[in-house]
């Protein structure tokens, strides 16, 4: 019904950068909220920022540098990750909130993760 696809991942040293994207597809009216979360092997999936409308919510230990926008226009987010860091190495998953009309209701969609993995 609701599909989010999440670019962008990859393998980068210390110190790096990487910006991922996700878009949504499919049957529904708008994003209320988009952002991201992640896991790594053994831990819990963690919040790493959120967007709705103007308001960003960030994980403590991605302040700073890690930054989140939207393109409401192409129901796109993006997480632009500079600084990385060792322990930031875990999939990424992209999560939506979104409005549909049959019922009018709230939906919660994930995308299928991307891996982000940095080296020290």
């Known amino acids: 019904q609701v599909q989010l696809v999440e670019s962008g991942g990859g393998l980068v040293q210390a110190g790096g950068s990487l910006r991922l994207s996700c878009t949504a597809s499919?049957?529904?009216?708008?994003?209320?909220?988009m952002g991201w979360y992640r896991q790594a092997p053994g831990k819990q999936r963690e919040l790493v920022a959120t967007?709705?409308?103007?308001?960003?919510n960030y994980d403590d230990s991605v302040k700073g540098r890690f930054t989140i926008s939207r393109d409401n226009a192409k129901n796109t987010v993006f997480l632009q990750m500079n600084n990385l860091k060792p322990e930031d190495t875990a999939v990424y998953y992209c999560?939506?909130?979104?409005?549909?009309?049959?019922?009018?209701?709230?939906?919660?969609?994930w995308g299928q993760g991307t891996q982000v993995t940095v080296s020290s």
């Open positions: 999560n939506a909130k979104v409005w549909v009309t049959t019922p009018v209701r709230l939906a919660d969609y």
């Open positions: 499919g049957r529904f009216f708008s994003c209320r909220t």
């Open positions: 967007s709705t409308g103007g308001t960003t």
